[in-house]
T-cell receptor, first 113, second 114 residues
Framework: KAGVTQTPRYLIKTRGQQVTLSCSPI?????VSWYQQTPGQGLQFLFE???????NKGNFPGRFSGRQFSNSRSEMNVSTLELGDSALYLC????????????FGPGTRLTVL | AQSVTQLDSQVPVFEEAPVELRCNYS??????LFWYVQYPNQGLQLLLK??????LVKGINGFEAEFNKSQTSFHLRKPSVHISDTAEYFC????????????FGPGTSLSVIP
């Protein structure tokens, strides 16, 4: 069974631009969560989507948004990029959320110049 | 609110030696506890979890952890490490039933020396 895939693996953007990251979950998984990982703040939860609906949301500004498609694939968008948005963005999928094990993708490394 | 402390940011250990990675948490309610491992250029992988029951939890790759409620700790141990165990290890606590309630620790970098 294929794992969680994220594209692209690396991105370089400049301040003020916007970016879209993509995540394909494991087949059959309906829950997709996004996390931001930085050296200073560590791992922080962004949001979770389940059956095309945002189910939970972390404490991030509205510049961070996401969506989920009918095939469970998910995208995350960051508008008006700031230097502080440079991070590793991780996507994780699970069967249905809750205490079901999450399987993480390798992440997208975003650098904002 | 919950918080997680991993006292050691870096732990060097010789191959085949035992290792303990420390995790302490604070919470006013009952929590569930997890350990994750992150290899270079990869995402996180669940090593083990404590939801209820026996306080000694066995995970993958020969790791185990013990939940100590009185000391609010969940230390990770392995009796004999291998070079391939070199990675970042994260302790996490969850006070609810959804991922937004999961708080991750800052991580411990384990370096296994040949």
């Amino acid at each position: 069974k294929a794992g969680v895939t994220q594209t692209p693996r690396y991105l370089i953007k400049t301040r003020g631009q916007q970016v879209t990251l993509s995540c394909s979950p494991i087949s059959g998984h309906r829950s997709v969560s996004w996390y931001q990982q930085t050296p200073g703040q560590g791992l922080q939860f962004l949001f979770e989507y389940f059956s095309e609906t945002q189910r939970n949301k972390g404490n991030f500004p509205g510049r961070f948004s996401g969506r989920q498609f009918s095939n469970s694939r998910s995208e995350m968008n960051v508008s008006t990029l700031e230097l502080g948005d440079s991070a590793l963005y991780l996507c994780a999928s699970s069967l249905s959320g809750g205490y079901n094990e999450q399987f993480f993708g390798p992440g997208t490394r975003l650098t904002v110049l | 609110a919950q918080s997680v402390t991993q006292l050691d940011s870096q732990v060097p250990v010789f191959e085949e030696a035992p290792v303990e990675l420390r995790c302490n948490y604070s919470s006013s309610v009952s929590v569930y506890l997890f350990w994750y491992v992150q290899y270079p250029n990869q995402g996180l992988q669940l090593l083990l979890k404590y939801l209820s029951g026996s306080t000694l939890v066995k995970g993958i790759n020969g790791f185990e952890a013990e939940f100590n409620k009185s000391q609010t700790s969940f230390h990770l141990r392995k009796p004999s490490v291998h070079i391939s165990d070199t990675a970042e290890y994260f302790c996490a606590v969850c006070a609810g039933t959804s991922y937004d309630k999961v708080i991750f620790g800052p991580g411990t970098s384990l370096s296994v020396i040949p």
